[in-house]
């Protein structure tokens, strides 16, 4: 019940993420904030326990092209996962519930196996809080990025498995 009612809540906030990334900076790095991340299909939700944060994990339509393929081991060149990360807190209307507040940051994850071979195929990117600043100094930030994904190395770096979802065939 109260999985479900996390996910129904997060599934309709990610459909009304309003947001413009218009004149946002470049990360140090060179990537520019994607313009349509908000519209990205759903990978998977997540709750972090250690830091009371929810997130969804979005995919581009690489992404969601792989996933319904299978082809998620390595993830394909031109797949981009991003993750929006907001506070979280009891719902004042159902004590059951736990919903996003503020929002916290977006960060991305960017496919090319060949320009980004010395980090596992990955480049990685970050904009926080509601003024969207580039995350990092200048591009090291990178090693941090990395050196925490290492844990799933043996899935391409990336920790999010897509969630289930039925196949819907209509009568
Ligand atoms: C302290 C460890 C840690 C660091 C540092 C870290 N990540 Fe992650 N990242 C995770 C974990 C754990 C997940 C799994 C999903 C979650 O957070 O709910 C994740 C998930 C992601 C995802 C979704 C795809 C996936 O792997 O599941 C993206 C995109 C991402 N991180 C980008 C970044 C970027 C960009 C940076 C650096 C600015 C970064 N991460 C630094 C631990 C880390």
Redesign the pocket.
């Known amino acids: 019940m109260r999985t479900a009612a996390i996910l129904i809540g997060i599934l309709t906030l990610a459909m009304f993420i309003v947001c413009s990334t218009e004149g946002v900076e470049r990360s140090p790095n060179g990537i520019a904030l994607p313009q349509d991340f908000a519209s990205w299909q759903l ?2 939700p ?3 326990t250690d830091n009371g ?1 929810i ?1 969804t ?1 979005l995919g581009n339509k690489a992404a969601q092209e792989a996933i319904l393929s299978g082809k998620v081991n390595p993830w394909p060149d031109g797949v981009i ?3 929006i ?1 907001w506070k979280a807190q009891v719902s004042p209307d159902w004590q059951g519930a736990i919903i996003p507040t503020d929002f916290v940051h977006v ?3 960017v496919k090319d196996s060949k320009l980004y071979r010395e980090t596992g195929g990955w480049d ?3 904009w926080v809080g509601k003024d969207l600043e580039p ?2 100094k200048d591009r090291s ?2 090693e ?6 290492q ?2 190395k043996s899935r391409d ?4 498995k897509p969630a289930f979802l039925p196949k819907i065939e209509t009568k």
Do not use: D, N, Q, W
């Not at 770096?157 to 999010?160: L, Q, R």
């Open positions: 990978v998977a997540s709750y972090r944060t997130r994990i996962l991003a993750k990360v960060e991305f994850m990685f990117a970050g995350y990092g930030f990178v941090e990025c990395f050196a925490c994904h844990p799933v770096y990336v920790f999010t």
